[in-house]
């Protein structure tokens, strides 16, 4: 099956919205540990409250739900085998590059 010029712009594209989201993903979360309350549903609905309204979650959050919208429309031209691996391709990119090694 021959991939389109959209169909690789789109993979490369969630490919990119799924790696580089990552990192502020982590950074955006920091501080959720000390969020703690006594009962187990209050713990929840204190955990989502603190990470619904911290924009440095929220945003980088949104980007990466996007690009699984993307992922799924462009799923059903490309075919799942060959889809998956340029995106996981493509992923592992983004992260591999974003590794501070010197630590």
Same mark, same amino acid.
């Given at each position: 099956?021959?991939?389109?010029?959209y169909?690789? &712009?789109?993979?490369?594209? %969630?490919?990119?919205?799924?790696g580089?989201?990552?990192p502020f @993903?982590?950074?955006?979360?920091?501080?959720?540990?000390a969020?703690q309350?006594d009962?187990?549903?209050?713990?929840l609905?204190s955990?989502l409250?603190f990470?619904i &309204?911290n924009?440095?979650? %929220?945003?980088?959050?949104l980007?990466n739900?996007s690009?699984? @919208?993307?992922?799924?429309?462009?799923l059903?031209?490309?075919?799942?085998f060959?889809?998956?691996?340029?995106?996981?391709v493509g992923?592992t990119?983004?992260?591999?590059?974003s590794?501070?090694?010197?630590?």
């Amino acid at each position: 099956m021959a991939l389109s010029a959209y169909d690789i &712009f789109s993979l490369l594209m %969630v490919s990119l919205l799924w790696g580089a989201t990552n990192p502020f @993903l982590r950074k955006g979360a920091e501080g959720l540990e000390a969020v703690q309350e006594d009962k187990t549903v209050k713990q929840l609905f204190s955990e989502l409250k603190f990470l619904i &309204f911290n924009y440095k979650y %929220v945003i980088p959050f949104l980007l990466n739900q996007s690009g699984s @919208l993307v992922f799924y429309i462009t799923l059903a031209s490309t075919g799942a085998f060959l889809g998956m691996f340029l995106t996981t391709v493509g992923i592992t990119l983004c992260i591999a590059s974003s590794v501070n090694i010197n630590t």
